[in-house]
């Protein structure tokens, strides 16, 4: 094994973690070999054009710490609720540095409710191809598996993800979770990650959504600035099945958030929206695949990026159709607001169509705030701070309004707007 | 649809004898000897009598090329192509170098006759002595490339009254080497990447503008290209220089003969528009395909590249794209001088195995730079195409422009049609808009020309032809008409 060179960054240091970690399987090995082989991508491998993992490969990242410092963890917990207005009765699943904390959860009926360990035993999937959820898959310890029983709306779920890192020896952790829904269920998951210190966050979700169930999947990236976080979701979409999704990236130095999603049967909808808001010198990527596996499905993504500092957004967005998947529906939209001269901007916005009888669009925009605009609300008395600030709200409303759950909505527009008003004061 | 179905099964079963360009000249050649190394392009240098600085240009290109690796990033498939199979030199064997058209191997001109390519300036000049049936048409000057060498340019002598110099590049190295020496390489440098590399090396001819400062070209320029001869492959350059004030349209067309195995054409065009000059590049593109099967065709890897040197100049790339097994070609815009304009317009058609990565990409660097693209792609038959374009805004390019339109047309479910364009902005005053669509021809326009009376095959005709006509009326007159029945042909055996 010393004779491979990898063709991106070395990953050694994770390896080395897993070669002297219990729980190794084949499952795992195959994972750590593609690890080996393959590095963590720099830029230039196409699927990671604009994102390089290279800092990674630099730091040696340590596992986590078996007791985190307690009054640290209270302390990001109650940060976390008062700067999002979180709502204290909605159930909870706490995430601390990946391990499940059952003393700060409550979760919520009409759920099942395991841990990854059985998870881990029973799975033979083959880990899936990308670099983040392989480097998941050799490292994961702990996540949390959710099964909602057919026919049952078992309301909201906030599952929140604490990153308590000492500062010195950074840490990584890499939760796994997996959400099932049976036929006709209904869910929504206020997904939040907040922290502190140096760390890195890896999450991998394998979502599968049944017939005619809808999930909705609100995420908010709030991790420490010193933070990295790189997430994957993999959701497979039954029949009639909504998979309503949306990511607001606002933490973290280095972030990505990968998307594939599978429209498997006739009906499945699918919506990928997003928004960044980026400043300083944050580097945050989305990058989605939607693969349209049967006829008659939907999918829809709008995708805002808002960008000053030197901060540099990246958004990647393929939609794939298959032959089969006739009829089908497909939109995607990216748009970007760079508020200052160093800001940076990479938009790939790819389609690959396969079957004739389909529509599908997509559109990409790059531009400053609209002076026009900014001089009729000038115009009109608004100073101009707060004119940009209309402005770029109602920018970013186009995108948070398409979240379906209204509680969730209202959070992530109350993220938003504290976002700006950091940023302004 | 079961008459759409039929439609195709009939037209399917006529086969590919509708790429009437597929004959072969039987004309006796001069070949290098198959393989490439060092000796080829010492002996190819040798036959064209090359002074030492080109030799050395081409050997630091072959070392380029030789540690570079092809590139797989384009959506095409592919054998290994092995490039020590073929011919790097083929030349219709000829006495001293023809001076007029009465010298020229007749053979050679029944070719040129038989593709419509107009060599006879008398001819075209008077207009009225045309034969019956054939239409007066503007003056053209042609330069007609067969193999690797240019057999002819016509109109020389009036573009030279105008102080244009349009020449084969071979004769340029030698009638104007400071020239050449200054702008070969210049906007693809011999290392851009593997296929250019390769032309470096090894090319053989192609045509030479030059426009003088405050010139504009009296007529329209074209080159005709022709591949012939066997186990070739053709490698041309093309190196176009238009000075301040000054401006140029250049045609280019190009066919092959019907052959079983695939042959390499890897061509670089490189153009210079230095301070408010204009270029306009229009391109047909007509490469044999291949047949129904995908036996045989042209592999077209081509660079095109275009450096808006000089403020407000503009490069327009206009082109169709009907022909080749696979095309991987992207003609590209640096916008350097402030509020130069850069301009794509693409029709790419794929039928039966054909493939097409093509686009372009349109680098702005200077403030004020404009940019727009419109690219139309129709997928027929087995087929796949792809656009794939690039816009890149740099920190200067303050007050930079772009927009881009992409729309794919699929014809039949079993092609495939990729969009897949690259936005990369560093600067906050740059605006850049893209948008793509994919659909299929709507029932609803179809039945409205059926209920007219139209046949399907008319019907889809016509409305092919409206959803390429952003691009088609870019193109001269004479090619805008050869372009549209070219596209008809190319589709029948897809649909009706």
Redesign the interface.
Known sequence: MNAIVPAGVSAAAFLDRYASRAGTNPVRDRAADMLRRAGLPRSGV?AW?YTSLRALGDVPFAAAPGTPDDAAVHAIVTGAEQAFALDGAMPRAVFVNGRFDPSRSSLPDGVSVGRFQALDEESDDEPAADVASALNAILAEDGLLLRVAPGVDAGRLLLLSVGAGADGTPISFHPRHRIELGQGAALSVLDLSVGQGAYLNNPVFDIAVGDGARLGHAKMQAEAAGAQHLAVVHAEIGAGGLYDSFTLTLGAALARHEVHVRLAAPGAVVHVNGAQLLDGRQHADLTSVITHAAPDCNSRQTVKNVLSGHARGVFQGKILVE?VA?KTDGYQMNQ?L???????????????????????????????LDPDQLFYLRSRGIVEHEARAILVKAFLHDAVDLIGDEILRATLDRAVESWWNRKDA | MPAIAETRDAVESLGQSTYKWGFETDIEMDLAPKGLNEDTIRLISRRKEEPEWLLGWRLKAFQAWQAMAEPTWAKVSHPPIDFQDAHYYAAPKKKAGPKSLDEVDPELLRTYEKLGIPLHEQALLAGVELPEGQEARAPIAVDAVFDSVSVVTTFRETLAKAGVIFCPISEAVRDHPELVRRYLGSVVPVSDNFYAALNSAVFTDGSFVYVPRGVRCPMELSTYFRINARNTGQFERTLIVVEDGASVSYLEGCTAPMRDENQLHAAVVELVAMDDASIKYSTVQNWYPGDENGRGGIYNFVTKRGACRGARSKISWTQVETGSAITWKYPSCILQGDGAVGEFYSVAVTNNHQQADTGTKMIHLGRNTRSTIIAKTISAGQSDSTYRGLVRMMPKASGARNFTQCDSLLIGDRCGAHTVPYIESRNMTAKVEHEATTSKISEDQLFYCRQRGLSEEDAVGLIVNGFCKDVLKELPMEFAVEAQKLLQISLEGSVG
């Open positions: 196409e054009k032959r006739q970007a760079l508020l200052s001269e160093t800001a940076e901007i990479d938009a790939k916005p790819e389609l690959e169509i396969y079957a004739d009888d389909v529509r599908c669009s997509h559109g990409a925009t790059v531009g400053a």
